[in-house]
């Protein structure tokens, strides 16, 4: 993976006023080429750690392409577990993915699957921008809604002590939306 960003943004609304640190963006640009690349020791790994050591934010996103669970054509992916565990530990809240062709949104989970509504991460698979919408296989458990008739991209408010999402269709008139707080 070639570049790394991490962006803080204060609060927006007007007068807000929060003890804890903004919310934090963590994405990573690049494409795993190995089995390994997943792993704690890789260089995404150590990156991963390195960055999320250094955050004092309350709210925590990470972005990448490859999703950990998925019920497209892809599946899960679990080279990525590795970085599931490191986000877990780290209190994140949030996982965005691409890959497949389709929009997912899950339950907050465990790195092993696993409900958890306290710690639990909730990730996000969209996957709906430009290509042809891929079919889905089973549905993975923890999937909350899925749906591969809607382009559009997904809107996610990260607020000081909490998130808010809404999937925006470009075509048809799917449209998803809520908000969770922030560990």
């Known amino acids: 993976m070639e570049?790394?960003?991490?962006?803080?943004r204060e609060p927006s609304a007007i007068g807000a006023t929060s003890a804890r640190p903004p919310p934090t963006l963590t994405a990573r640009?690049?494409?795993?080429?190995?089995?390994?690349?997943?792993?704690?020791?890789?260089?995404?790994?150590?990156?991963?750690?390195?960055?999320?050591?250094?955050?004092?934010?309350?709210?925590?996103?990470?972005?990448?392409?490859?999703?950990?669970?998925?019920?497209?054509?892809?599946?899960d992916d679990v080279d990525i577990e590795p970085f599931w565990q490191a986000?877990?530990?780290?209190?994140?809240?949030?996982?965005?993915?691409?890959?497949?062709?389709?929009?997912?949104?899950?339950?907050?989970?465990?790195?092993?699957?696993?409900?958890d509504v306290e710690k639990g991460i909730r990730?996000?698979?969209?996957g709906t921008g430009g290509t042809p919408?891929?079919?889905f296989g089973p549905s993975e458990p923890n999937s909350e809604i899925?749906?591969?008739?809607?382009?559009?991209v997904l809107k996610l408010t990260l607020r000081p002590q909490g998130y808010d999402w809404q999937f925006i269709p470009t075509t048809?008139?799917?449209s998803d939306s809520g908000s969770a707080p922030c560990h």
């Open 29 to 75: 640009r690049g494409t795993r080429t190995t089995s390994s690349a997943g792993t704690s020791s890789s260089p995404e790994g150590r990156w991963l750690a390195s960055d999320l050591a250094a955050s004092k934010a309350h709210c925590t996103v990470a972005i990448w392409n490859q999703p950990r669970f998925s019920s497209g054509e892809h599946g």
């Open 172 to 174: 048809g008139s799917f």
């Open 146 to 152: 899925r749906v591969s008739v809607t382009q559009g």
């Open 87 to 115: 986000l877990y530990a780290a209190g994140a809240d949030v996982v965005v993915n691409g890959h497949d062709h389709d929009y997912e949104r899950f339950k907050p989970q465990t790195p092993a699957g696993e409900v």
């Open 123 to 126: 990730e996000f698979v969209v």
């Open 133 to 135: 919408l891929g079919a």
């Open 3 to 8: 570049t790394s960003t991490t962006r803080q």
